[in-house]
């Protein structure tokens, strides 16, 4: 289809003449902007190798004709296992138990178990989840097998009127458990302080 260059890895400063003669681009974790985006006149696709394309001025990209699209659904399942897994170190201290058991502390106490940090069930919390697109939704699933009421907002609601699909007012008052799944954008920035 074409005279391909690939790079392992760019430097920012070298991202506007690598852009030079190119038509289309598949990037990951390259940062493109109007700066460097001026020196590739026959740009017209940039691939993300990702999910998200927060590291590209989109704006400029649609001033300038030049399309832009990214993998969707690639990274689900592995977000979703990261996510519930980073929540139950939370929910169960994990890092403080496996100190406690480290250290020596745990066998030296003569007690069968260790009380402290308080360890939280998840059986019944709320789980709320801000952004309920592929990865919000599989998170969603995998809170309810572990016993969670699911509770989302979005920024379209559904059309079906889904009860757990909730204003962020009282995503934020409800939620026991929170995760963010929403991409970073001008209007996302900021949501959570």
Request: glycine share 8%; with cysteine.
């Amino acid at each position: 289809v074409g005279k391909t260059e690939i790079y392992a890895n760019t430097a920012p400063e070298d991202v506007a003449d690598r852009l030079q003669n190119s038509d289309v681009v598949v990037i990951n974790k390259v940062k493109l902007h109007a700066q460097n985006l001026a020196a590739a006149p026959n740009l017209r696709l940039i691939c993300v190798a990702a999910t998200g394309y927060d590291n590209i001025d989109v704006a400029y990209c649609r001033r300038h004709g030049i399309a832009v699209c990214n993998v969707k659904g690639y990274s689900t399942f592995s977000v979703t296992q990261i996510t519930v897994a980073t929540v139950l170190s939370l929910v169960c201290h994990l890092p403080e138990h496996t100190e406690t058991v480290r250290s020596g502390r745990y066998t030296a106490s003569g007690v069968a178990n260790s009380l402290t940090p308080v360890y939280h069930e998840l059986m019944g919390q709320t789980w709320g989840i801000l952004g309920y697109g592929h990865i919000g939704r599989q998170v969603g699933e995998v809170a309810r097998a572990l016993g969670c009421r699911v509770i989302y907002t979005r920024r379209h609601p559904d059309e079906t009127q889904d009860p757990a699909c909730v204003d962020i007012e009282i995503l934020f008052r409800q939620s026991d458990v929170l995760t963010i799944h929403t991409p970073l954008t001008d209007a996302t920035r900021g949501i959570v302080n």
